[in-house]
């Protein structure tokens, strides 16, 4: 009887704990209970979804040289035909030999973020779109990759800015950012090594415009690839560049602290500088003296007639983010005029 009692008296305790009210109990934190400046903000590595290749015929080999000629500015509006096309296909569909011509690419036909090529490794070549205006413009960060890491850093921070305040972007613009063109780079850090792509070209030498086999940077000669467009990242940037014609392509590197105009061919990106220069508190205005400077990304896209732009953030660690936004955004109200 005793062992009975004791029974009863535990199955009561249970139901007492089991009846109380569960309204007491502190809820779960839900996305909806927090503070509404709270926002999910996508990464730069989300994977995409659809894949873009431009299959690409370069511009015929530049001689090489050994000095710089004066640019003679021309009208903005004078441009070359592209000689590239650019097909939606599967990562692991091989391109035909022969182009396929297709329609002109919008920004309705560009996915928020897309993979536009591979890197000698086989990593995608990942980019970001901002903005469904019919003005483009490119920021492409990472060329010297590890070695200049804050580059890849800044233009991430640029997407999940834009992803937080997208009406930083006008109506009339598309934004075209690209983090890295060198993830084989990338993995090697802020060492020399970390400079190249995984051929061990410096891609910021791999150009037509301008091209030299005897190619140099701050510490001595750097292997420039075969030939221009040797390298298979220099071919996919140059391949969508030339299919979707932006309006202007800013490169970031570090850290000469300046801006350093697009010019080849007679074409000059004077302009664009002094527009970026301004906002941004950049110096500008003067040409790279401190070695010379051959088939560089800049110079290749001036001579497609394209507006261009070499941003040297000041340092080798900062990414300068509000200066470089405030410099954006001069750029698309001077576009949008």
């Known amino acids: 009887m005793r062992y009975i ?5 535990l199955l009561s305790i249970l139901a007492i704990g089991a009846c109380s009210n569960s309204a007491d109990l502190t ?3 839900t996305l909806a209970r927090l503070a509404t400046s709270v926002q999910p903000v996508a990464t730069a590595t989300v994977p995409p979804t659809v894949t873009f290749i431009p299959t690409f015929t370069p511009m015929p080999s530049a001689t090489e040289t050994s000095t710089n000629q004066p640019a003679t500015h021309i009208p903005a509006t004078t441009t070359l035909p592209p000689t590239s096309t650019l097909r939606i296909i599967a990562t692991d569909t091989v391109l035909a030999s022969t182009p396929t011509p297709v329609p002109s690419i919008t920004p309705t036909l560009l996915p928020d973020a897309f993979v ?8 995608a070549l990942r980019a970001f779109r901002h903005g469904n205006g019919p003005d483009f413009i490119f920021l492409v960060g990472g060329i010297h990759a590890g070695f200049e890491a804050n580059t890849v850093e800044l233009v991430e921070e640029m997407h999940n800015y834009y992803l937080q305040y997208p009406e930083d972007v006008l109506p009339h613009m598309t934004l075209i950012l690209i983090p890295s063109l060198n993830p084989d780079g990338l993995r090697h850090g802020r060492v020399i090594r970390g400079r190249f792509n995984g051929n061990e070209v410096d891609l910021n030498r791999n150009w037509s415009c301008d091209w030299s086999a005897d190619a140099v940077n701050s510490q001595g000669s750097v292997n420039p690839g075969t030939g221009p467009f040797s390298e298979p990242e220099t071919i996919a940037l140059g391949g969508l560049i030339q299919q979707i014609r932006p309006k202007a392509v800013l490169f970031y590197h570090a850290a000469a602290n300046g801006l350093f105009a697009g010019d080849c061919d007679g074409f000059s990106s004077d302009e664009l500088a002094a527009i970026y220069g301004d906002a941004s508190a950049y110096p500008y205005g003067e040409a790279f003296g401190e070695y010379e400077v051959t088939g560089t990304g800049p110079e290749w896209v001036a001579s497609q007639g394209i507006q261009s732009l070499d941003v040297e953030l000041a340092t080798s660690s900062g990414i300068e983010l509000e200066r470089n936004l405030r410099g954006v955004m001069a750029v698309q109200i001077w576009l949008s005029d």
């Open 27 to 29: 809820p779960l934190p």
């Open 5 to 9: 009692t004791i029974i009863i008296t």
């Open 116 to 123: 536009f090529g591979q890197s000698v490794e086989g990593q």
